[in-house]
């Protein structure tokens, strides 16, 4: 059960696009369409904003987008916002009912 | 409006036991699976336990299997984790979350902070 792996950190100016890698194995990401994405600001309690790799819950901003290749999943924030500056995790369902989460990503807007 | 709520947490030694609650509010809380998701001062998440909505069904980390057991009462909506052993490395801010299916949290509470250390 080791960390799905991500960039420490991202940053882009407001209006550019940023894309956080998720990488894990076939026990994991390239094994199943389950993918979800969350988003942390300081003190807060996480936010779904993406899940089965591409689906967007209702009510979050279509600027946030996903898709997976193999075993490597990713989140693109297009049109970059002050208030998308956060913590951003990626999730994976594993093999025999497991969840392993991404070690997260910190995304600085400029 | 679907509310999560936890409790519990605290200071306790090494070895000792805890036992952590969520009271959920807002949804049919029997029809959900429910999870503990832990998150270390400072570092990422970390996914610790998991039960069906009807209870059956249950799992663990391996970090916390065998010292740790989630249950649920459907009679008072509530989530519960016994953590008994606890070791400094437990030392986190444990969440409930709510899982519609098993591919998504997408309902969290607030998170309640447990510090073992002497």
């Known amino acids: 059960q080791s960390a799905l792996t991500q960039p420490r950190s991202v940053s882009g100016s407001p209006g550019q696009s940023v894309t956080i890698s998720c990488t894990g194995t076939?026990?994991?990401?390239?094994?199943?369409?389950?993918v979800s994405w969350y988003q942390q600001h300081p003190g807060k309690a996480p936010k779904l904003i993406i899940y089965d790799v591409n689906e967007r819950p209702s009510g979050v901003p279509n600027h946030f987008s996903a898709s997976k290749s193999g075993n490597t999943a990713s989140l693109t924030i297009s049109g970059l916002q002050p208030e998308d500056e956060a913590d951003y995790y990626c999730?994976?369902?594993?093999?025999?009912?497991?969840?392993?989460f991404g070690t997260g990503t910190k995304v600085t807007v400029l | 409006q679907v509310y999560l709520v936890e409790s519990g947490g605290g200071v306790v030694p090494p070895g000792r036991s805890l036992r952590l609650s969520c009271a959920a509010s807002g949804f049919t809380f029997s029809s959900y699976a429910m999870h503990w998701v832990r998150q270390t001062p400072g570092k990422g998440l970390e996914w610790v336990a998991g039960i069906s909505y009807d209870g059956r069904n249950e799992n663990y980390a391996d970090s916390v299997k065998g010292r740790f057991s989630i249950s649920r009462d459907k009679s008072k909506d509530t989530l519960s984790l016994q953590m008994n052993s606890l070791r400094t490395e437990d030392t986190a801010v444990y969440y409930c979350?709510?899982?519609?299916?098993?591919?998504?949290?997408?309902?969290w509470g607030q998170g309640t902070l447990l510090t073992v250390s002497s």
């Open positions: 979350a709510r899982a519609p299916t098993g591919t998504r949290f997408d309902y």
């Open positions: 999730c994976s369902y594993a093999t025999n009912f497991f969840y392993v």
């Open positions: 076939s026990n994991d990401v390239g094994g199943y369409k389950y």
